[in-house]
């Protein structure tokens, strides 16, 4: 999570040479840890973000006003 922040589970299955429904509970279950959030809002194709590492790359990122 941390080379890429925002993963898909087909994606992230290819890469890591698992199978795709094994990801997705994985990533359900870091969801609901609270470790990953889900971004789509769609029951396919979605989109999970590590939001806590993403925060700390964004820290001090704020648009001056």
């Not at 087909?10 to 890469?15: L, N, V």
């Not at 990801?23 to 396919?44: C, D, N, P, W, Y």
């Amino acid at each position: 999570m941390q080379r890429s922040p925002i993963v898909s589970i087909s994606a992230t299955a290819r890469k890591i040479g698992i199978s795709a429904p094994t990801v997705a509970k994985s990533l359900e279950h870091m969801r609901q840890l609270g470790i990953l959030r889900e971004i789509t809002g769609r029951e396919r194709h979605r989109l999970f973000v590590y939001e806590p590492y993403l925060a700390i790359l964004n820290e001090g990122m704020e648009p001056i006003r």
